[in-house]
């Protein structure tokens, strides 16, 4: 009874991985690599595990118990200590070197990439996009309030033109490289998109990266993909990829951190000269009173 369940154990575990529905979403970025290296580990994990499998299987009906028949006890075996450490060796080669190509392609960021902002928060997703200069401003986390949410440095010129898109969707165009820079102003996220494969964590107080080429159109949703806290499974947003046409409609729509304090300003005005009319309205009732 074993030595067949055993062997179920190795045949259902392969049946299920190769007719199981749960599976990757297909892919919508350049990153194919990533889904090759995880096959490819696949492969190898599983190939050991079914070795081992049908291997104590094999023991189990060789070796099992008859009467008047002793077992040898050898303590060291030089061959097979050899041969396990260069098997051992060549697998955990063949999952890490790959890797490792794969992760310098990660960190190597196209010069021609496009950089964009990703800020996240509990429990909410921003983003900034540089203006016509092609530059983000600076940015200080002390400089974050209710009328700056994203921190960036007023004097610094280069901000000015930032496109800020707080509370919307993040718009991205089709076949062009894109750095993600990403920032936390809490705790740990972790910003991830499933067809895009690539993700990075987002550490407060520094500043994450990596990049992607979004490879086909289409609605995609943003996950946190670190557990940050009782609202973790509600941080959602989306990425639309879409044609450059429909990119740059999206772009002109959108609001300027300049436009941004603009719009401070005149409210703190607006909201001087109703204080002043009230104010005043409440001098002259005092007077009437009188």
Known sequence: MIVVGLVLVAVGTVL???LSPWWWTPIASNWGYIDDTIVLT???????????????????LRYKHRAGVRSEYRPENKNLEWWLTIVTTVGVAGML??????????VTVPAEATEIEVMAKQWSWSFRKPGKDGKLGTTNVRLVNADNPFGIDPKDPNGQDDVLVDGDNLHL??????????????VLHDFYVPQFRAKMDMVPGAVTYF???????GTFDILCFE????????????VVVEAQTAYDNWLNQQMTFKKALAAVE???AENKQLASRKAAADIVATIAAD
């Open 16 to 18: 299920f991985h190769l």
């Open 266 to 268: 005149k409210r703190a």
């Open 211 to 217: 990049w992607f080429t979004p490879t086909r159109t």
């Open 42 to 60: 696949f492969w190898i994990t599983g190939t050991v595990f079914i070795a081992v499998i049908l291997f104590m299987a094999y023991c189990a």
């Open 173 to 186: 165009p089709l076949n062009k490289p894109i750095k993600v820079l990403l920032r936390s102003l809490d």
């Open 227 to 238: 557990l940050c806290g009782v609202g973790h499974h509600a941080m959602r947003s989306q």
């Open 97 to 106: 070197i790959p890797g490792l190509f794969v992760w310098n392609q990660f």
